[in-house]
């Protein structure tokens, strides 16, 4: 196989108009396994491939990155960057952005490698031109060119690189070229910042974290918002957030919380403030967030009573997320009359909502009633069943009417709702005195999609897992809800199948 690429390489480099021979070196090459590929081309040189790529064909230059790609991930890394580091390079500046994206790609291979990165790292060209690819038009020019300076800074020779070098130099005039592209760099810094104590340290020492959080308060509310997500990222990390405590900016978010009453455009921003404190909460401790920044609970009782249904989207899901761990349930237990008002409202929005607001009222209700095992405490489970009670009169036949409604959304959404009580001795209780729930759970003609079919498995298997089950729900239920668990989602018994044919 190996004679027949060097065959039509010299088919190649000797005709005009290469096009039909670069369609059969393209074909030869796919049918190689990439098991025996670098076998195959390792003892080639593929410098015609390369030569051909500066043309004003499309096609020849499509063809050439197509059989560079097939080639080229065959080789090792260190392979690639001794023999074609120069034509990596020159792909950078290509004026076709597939082009680029294939030399990106590959410079993301090397500087994976031990050995091979430090080529690259000691090449100041290729580490500009990837810099300056981050000020592509092109986004996914420029998101290869993040992720490839982002493992380069994992080692303290990229880090001393790219931050202790012109190269800085290098970013920061990128930056000034538009809003966009100065974010661009921004999320760069916080990929690297992420990664650990040291990589923030260099990050921090370069100026452009502080020049990211100086515009947290900018008089562009666009800006303003993109920034709170890019500082929420950042948050992501234990070191992230301790760097952010040091710079008073949980303080400086809760202030603009506070301010956004008087501000006509805080909409725009505001459901990036929220979603901080939320991520904070869970990272953290919900209660020492909402006790230090009690502004912030405030805001999302307030949201999720607001009319503006993203307000209440982003409310739903911080509600949720609070609601999901034992210290978040309890922190808003304490909040009283005010969690009760909102909670109506979720289970208001829930039943009778927009569809979207329906879905995500359901999905914060599964996560707020939910309460693993080993948490069930008499006090945890008396907190939980008091909420369900809240949902209404009847909140079983709610519940289920939800669940039989023609929405997919809205049926897997009120199946998680069960699945969330039916780990719990009191939602067994109610499941058993509910008339015909057993058989609704074990009817596996409700919902026929691929999701309904895993939410009610899911559902079946939240029943069974739990100790108490057997007791109250009584043992010929028990051994039915264990068959169908074992029998799997999917399952179709026989006789279901010959009834369907008879009805046709």
């Known amino acids: 196989m190996a004679a027949t ?15 039909e021979e670069l ?17 195959v081309v390792s003892g080639q040189r593929f410098d015609v491939i390369f030569a051909l790529l500066n043309s004003n064909e499309g096609e020849q230059v499509d063809l050439c ?139 921090a020492n370069s100026g452009l974290i502080s020049q990211l959080l100086s515009e947290l308060t900018g008089d562009d509310v666009l800006i303003r918002s993109t920034s709170i997500e890019m ?54 401790s919900p209660q020492q967030v909402c006790e230090s920044y009690p502004v912030f609970l405030n805001k999302v009782y307030d949201m999720a009573l607001d009319p503006d249904p993203v307000m209440i989207g982003v409310a739903l899901d911080t509600l949720g997320l609070l609601g ?35 879905v995500r009222s359901l999905d914060a209700l599964s996560q707020l009633l939910t309460l693993q095992p080993e948490h069930q405490t008499e006090d945890l489970l008396s907190l939980t069943e008091s909420w369900f009670q809240l949902l209404s009169n009847h909140p079983m036949d709610m519940i289920c009417n939800i669940s039989t409604q023609p929405f997919p959304e809205l049926h897997c959404g009120a199946l998680r709702i069960f699945t969330a009580i039916a780990s719990q001795p009191w939602g067994q ?29 899911e559902l079946v298997g939240s029943v069974v897992g739990s100790s108490t089950a057997s007791e109250i729900l009584g043992s010929q239920n028990y051994i039915r809800l264990k068959t169908y668990l074992r029998e799997g989602p999917y399952y179709v018994s026989a006789v279901a199948s010959v009834s369907t044919e008879g009805a046709d």
């Open 324 to 358: 999901s761990t034992v210290e978040g349930k309890q922190v808003l237990q304490k909040t009283g009359e005010n969690f009760k008002a909102v909670f109506s409202r979720i289970s208001q929005l829930a039943n009778s909502g927009p569809t979207e607001l329906r």
């Open 65 to 203: 990155v197509d059989i560079l790609e097939r080639i080229l991930i065959a080789l090792s890394p260190l392979h690639l960057v001794q023999n074609y580091r120069e034509k990596l390079q020159e792909g950078l500046s290509h004026p076709n952005d597939t082009v680029k994206i294939l030399a990106l790609t590959q410079i993301g291979r090397v500087v994976e490698h031990p050995e091979a990165v430090t080529d690259i790292l000691n090449n100041h060209g290729i580490l500009r031109a990837v810099i300056l690819c981050i000020g592509e038009e092109k986004i996914a020019v420029a998101k290869q060119a993040i992720q490839s300076l982002s493992k380069i800074s994992h080692s303290k020779p990229g880090l001393d690189k790219l931050f202790q070098s012109d190269l800085l130099d290098v970013m920061k005039d990128v930056m000034t070229k538009s809003d966009i592209i100065r974010y661009r760099i921004y999320e760069l810094v916080v990929e690297i910042s992420s990664f650990s104590p040291i990589s923030l340290g260099y990050c």
């Open 23 to 39: 369609q059969s070196l393209k074909t030869a090459l796919s049918s190689i396994p990439l098991s025996a590929l670098r076998d």
């Open 429 to 457: 209780k109610m499941m058993i005195s509910t008339p015909s729930f057993m058989e609704f759970i074990l009817d596996r003609s409700t919902g026929q999609t691929k999701e309904a079919k895993d939410a009610k498995f």
């Open 5 to 19: 690429i060097q065959s039509l390489l010299e088919e190649i480099s000797g005709v005009e108009d290469p096009i």
């Open 231 to 284: 500082v929420t990222t950042l948050a992501h990390s234990q070191h992230g957030r301790q760097y952010l405590a040091q710079q008073g900016i949980m303080d400086k978010i809760s202030n603009m919380i506070r301010g956004a009453e008087t501000d006509p455009l805080s909409s725009l921003y505001l459901p990036g403030l929220v979603k901080f404190f939320g991520n904070l909460a869970i990272m953290d």
